[in-house]
């Protein structure tokens, strides 16, 4: 039935591609593109509008920013998904839009199967990032992971507090299986908890880490496992 379709929207200012990846999309029998928008105003707007599960968003876009666009669609629509599909992957780019809320990180050379996992995966409440993209926001990282409480303004860039450190066995715990992948719902079932607990565990560790998003607390997760060695 169309009502358990993924719906996606699509943001790309390239016809030819944007048509092409709605040809693709809509083949699928669990998906359905249910707009296309040309440029990021327009990408606002319609998601608004649609309320889709996921926007493909492409980053470089006239009028405004794919950025600019992710950065008001995560902020109003707590329900939908942005996954940014693009060309540009200078460590800046990458990075803000990881800071604006964007769920996953593509680029265009990615493989059909790959793009069509990954907008499954954010259905299901997951965060993707390619590996190369992953290193590219670790590098950058400690700019997220925040100062402690009552630090503010330049010393928050200056002085990130050792936050992991301050989360509980259970937040560890937890925060692992967010950067292995699993949607609260898996986590829940994981460690015999309610789906509900696991959404209130989630909110606290975003707090601790000053992390904005699903994606940023497991880019952060893996920057301390691989400085750890793990």
Request: charged letters at 25%.
């Amino acid at each position: 039935m169309s009502e358990s379709k993924i719906r996606v929207l699509i943001a790309e200012d390239h016809a030819l591609v944007r048509r092409g990846t709605a040809v693709l999309l809509n083949t699928e029998p669990d998906m359905e593109v249910v707009g296309q928008a040309c440029d990021g105003i327009e990408a606002v707007a319609m998601a608004e509008q649609l309320r889709p599960d996921v926007v493909l968003m492409d980053l470089h876009m006239p009028r405004q920013s794919g950025v600019a666009a992710t950065r008001e669609i995560t902020r109003t629509l707590a329900g939908t998904q942005v996954l940014v599909l693009t060309t540009l992957d200078d460590d800046e780019t990458v990075f803000e839009a990881v800071r604006a809320g964007a769920h996953g990180y593509l680029l265009k050379d990615v493989n059909e199967q790959e793009l069509l996992d990954t907008i499954r995966a954010l259905r299901r409440g997951e965060s993707r990032l390619t590996p190369q993209i992953a290193r590219k926001v670790m590098d950058q990282f400690r700019l997220l992971a925040g100062p402690p409480k009552f630090a503010s303004g330049e010393n928050a860039a200056i002085n990130p507090a050792p936050a992991i450190e301050a989360l509980s066995e259970k937040e560890e715990k937890i925060l692992q299986l967010i950067t292995d992948g699993l949607s609260n719902r898996q986590i829940a079932a994981a460690m015999f908890l309610a789906e509900g607990t696991v959404k209130n565990y989630v909110s606290r560790i975003m707090e601790k880490l000053h992390a904005n998003t699903r994606t940023a607390l497991a880019v952060m997760s893996a920057k301390k496992r691989r400085a750890d060695g793990i």
